[in-house]
Every structure is written in C-alpha cells, then in structure tokens.
C-alpha cells in the first residue's frame, strides 16, 4: 500500500458542462492499494491509519484525475503544426501523405513510441485512439500502450475510396483485419478495440457494413469516426449518401451509433441530429483546437447538452495543435465565449470535468477512472510548476481551488506535468 499526499481536486458529479462542482482537499491522503484507491481523507488521518505504509509526497502543486483524450490521431503525431488550410486540403497535403508512411512497420514503430510519449508527457492517462489504415501499425500502438500502462481504446481505420490508394481497402478486407485485431487485442489488458471507418466521405456503405458486422461479432468493442466538422465535407456526404437524412443518419442506418460510439467534431449538426445521437447514448468528441485551426466552426456545446448528447474532449493531434488537454479545456471556454448569448459559459471545474470525468464517461470507464474517489483507479496527474514560472506564481496566489484550477488550464504546458500514474503506477516521472 501507498500513501499519495497532496492537494486533490477533481469533479465525481454530474454528467454535462454547466455547474459542474469542484470537489478540492488540500492536504488530503489517498491511500492506494493494488493500484486502487480505498481511502481517501486529511492527509493526517489517513496517516495516523496507516503509519507504516510509504507516503508518495505531492504536496508541492496539484493533483488531478489522469487525463482522458476522446479523439486523437496516432499517425499524426510528426504533422501537428500544419496551419492555414481547411480540412480538404489539409487531409490531401499534410495528414494523408504522413498516414501512408505508416505502411513501413520500422516506421510506424517510431510514430508508436513518439505517440505514447506524447500523450504521457501532457498527463493523459486514457484515450480513444484514432489508429492507422495499416494492421502492423495498430498493432505497434497496441503493444507501445501496453508497454507503457496507458488505458488506450484503438483500432484499424478502413476506407474505400477518396483516399491516396495506398491507404485503400475493401469491405471484405476491412472486415478480415478488423475483426483479427479485435480479437487479439480487445479486453487485453487496459487496450480495448475501437471499430473505426475513417468518415463517411471515405467509406462506402459496404465498408460500413462491414463495421457493423464486426461490432457484432466481437461483443463490447468501441466505435469511432468523424462527422459534421466541416461546411464542404458535409455537403459531399449529403451528395454521396442521397437516400440518408443527414450525416449522422449514414452512421445510424448501420446500426453503429450507440452508447459505446464517439463521433468527433459534429460542429455543424442540426437538430435532428443531435435528437438522434441523443437518443442512442452516443457521445461526441469536442476538439477545440483543431475545429479553430481548420476553421472548421464554433462548436455548439449548449445544443448538444440540450438535447441530451454526452460531450467529451479530444486533442485531434495532429489537426489540433498539441497533446494538452488544458490548452483544447482552455479553447473551448474561448470558443465558448465568442458565442456570446449562443454559447455555454464554461467554468474552470466545467473544463476540468470535461477533460476527465466527461471523457471517462464517454468511454465508458466512469466507475474506473475520472476522478480520484475511494474505489476508482489511482490515474493521477501532478501539475507542478518550477519555481518563479508564472503558473508557480499563480498557484501560490490562488485565491480558491477553483482559481487554482482556472490558471492550470490558462498556463499549464507538458513541462509542469511533474508525475503520471496509471493504475498506481508511475508512468512519467519529473
Ligand atoms: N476527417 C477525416 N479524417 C480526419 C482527420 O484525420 N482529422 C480530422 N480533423 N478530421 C478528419
Ligand atoms: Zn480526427
């Protein structure tokens, strides 16, 4: 058993953006064992307890629930920074290219470690992966989460068309690698298996087929994609698809939306959208940065909890413009604001419920991970700055936990990310 020592905020209640409550314990205990937390009070108490046990001491800074990335790319880890193009362009210029290189194993074994690296450094503990067109490389991300401890949800992307032909495939292939992957890999460990046509601009009904019969096949696995992010993407799914009733609907005629389905961006959704992802428990991934890097749209976050739709957080590494889920928490209060009377105000224990709990919940961890309550997994993030760097400054002015959490989210890079654990277990170290 462990003694970890610090100050300990996270947000165990509610379910959507808008009131969220901060739960904060300065010089708490949380006692650990088996990687689990089973006691959780005054640092003083805890001890007294416990007066063997070793204390992990925290108390410098911040201690926070793992972070949890509802959507980003591993194949896009070397082309983040690419600005100044809309989706289109930037898939045909910079993403597409890169994801082709993937098809030589030495290379995505690289991107793989690159990519774990990346999400460890920013403090994410668990995420839903978008994988690679290439089984190799999907097995390489799987064996570099294992390696590493992280709580990783991935799988082969399949497309059949619009796409550079080395990274096409057919429903029937699709299928055959989809479904040995699954096998192999969903529920080992902390690795789950995510179906995951690319979007629907790139996946014909067959390949959708083809998902759902895998969705059926290996019981329990995920399922992601993109929808709705961008005006002229949009437009050519309503030209490829003339029977559906809207982009969500080519999703939901397969059978693939559900409780354990994310769709990403969905900033251009209509009502009756939302109505449906609403009504089948599906969840959207809101990705902040990129949506404003791609010029995508101002993402409607009040339309989504209005009609009941969960919203989680996700980097989009490498459209978004980094791994730090405190800079898209950061991003989506601004787009939030910019909104004015049309957006959802958001409040600091709003965005640090968005980039955890809501995440967990989407994913369908909330009774594992997401906050750091007496039966959840110690998943935990150290924020400690150096001294005399202005979030160092700003912590030790901080006129409430809140407005502690509030200058975490405007400040914090990977650098203060001091200490990552997993299941009790360190997975970054200083
Ligand atoms: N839509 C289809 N593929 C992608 C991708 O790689 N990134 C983003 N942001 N949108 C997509
Ligand atoms: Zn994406």
Request: negative net charge; charged residues 20%; aromatic residues 6%.
């Amino acid at each position: 058993m462990t003694i970890f020592r610090g100050t300990v905020l996270d947000t165990p209640e509610g379910d959507a953006p808008g009131g969220i409550r901060l739960r904060a314990d300065s010089d708490a205990g949380l006692l650990v064992t088996d990687g689990t937390i089973v006691e959780r009070g005054p640092f003083a108490d805890v001890a007294a307890r416990h007066p063997h046990e070793p204390v992990v001491d925290l108390s410098d800074g911040l201690v926070l629930p793992g972070l949890v990335d509802a959507h980003v790319h591993y194949p896009q880890v070397r082309t983040i920074g690419a600005l100044g193009m809309p989706l289109l362009d930037w898939l045909e210029k910079s993403a597409l290219p890169e994801e082709a290189r993937l098809g030589e194993p030495a290379y995505a074994a690289d991107v793989a470690r690159e990519f774990v690296q990346g999400l460890v450094s920013a403090g994410t503990t668990t995420a839903l992966v978008f994988g690679s067109h290439f089984a190799p490389a999907v097995e390489s991300l799987f064996d570099e989460a294992a390696r590493v401890g992280l709580r990783v949800t991935s799988g082969l992307v399949v497309s059949d068309r619009a796409l550079p032909a080395p990274l096409l495939t057919t429903a029937e292939r699709a299928h055959a690698e989809s479904l040995a992957l699954a096998q192999r890999w969903h529920g080992r460990g902390r690795l789950r298996y995510a179906v995951t046509p690319r979007f629907s601009l790139s996946a014909s009904e067959a390949v959708l087929a083809s998902c759902a019969a895998v969705m059926t096949e290996v019981p329990g696995v995920w399922f992601t994609t993109h929808a709705n992010e961008n005006v002229v993407e949009v437009d050519e799914v309503a030209r490829l698809f003339p029977n559906a009733r809207d982009y969500v609907d080519t999703y939901d005629h397969h059978g693939l939306l559900g409780p354990r389905s994310v769709l990403a961006h969905n900033v251009h959704a209509t009502a009756p959208e939302l109505a449906m992802l609403g009504s089948r428990g599906a969840s959207v991934a809101h990705c902040p940065t990129s949506n404003s890097a791609l010029g995508s749209g101002l993402f409607p976050l009040r339309a989504h909890v209005e009609h009941g739709v969960r919203v989680a957080v996700g980097s989009d590494v490498g459209a978004g413009t980094g791994f730090s889920l405190f800079k898209e928490g950061l991003q989506a209060y601004f787009v939030q604001q910019l909104l004015g009377a049309r957006g959802l105000p958001l409040t600091a224990p709003d965005l640090l419920h968005l980039v955890t709990r809501a995440g967990a919940l989407a994913l369908g961890l909330g009774e594992t991970v997401g906050d750091l309550g007496v039966g959840k997994a110690f998943d935990a993030v150290w924020v400690r700055p150096l001294p005399g760097d202005p979030l160092e400054v700003g912590l030790r002015h901080a006129s409430s936990a809140e407005d502690a959490v509030a200058k975490t989210f405007a400040l914090a890079c990977s650098p203060d990310v001091a200490g990552v654990w997993v299941a009790g277990d360190r997975v970054k170290a200083g």
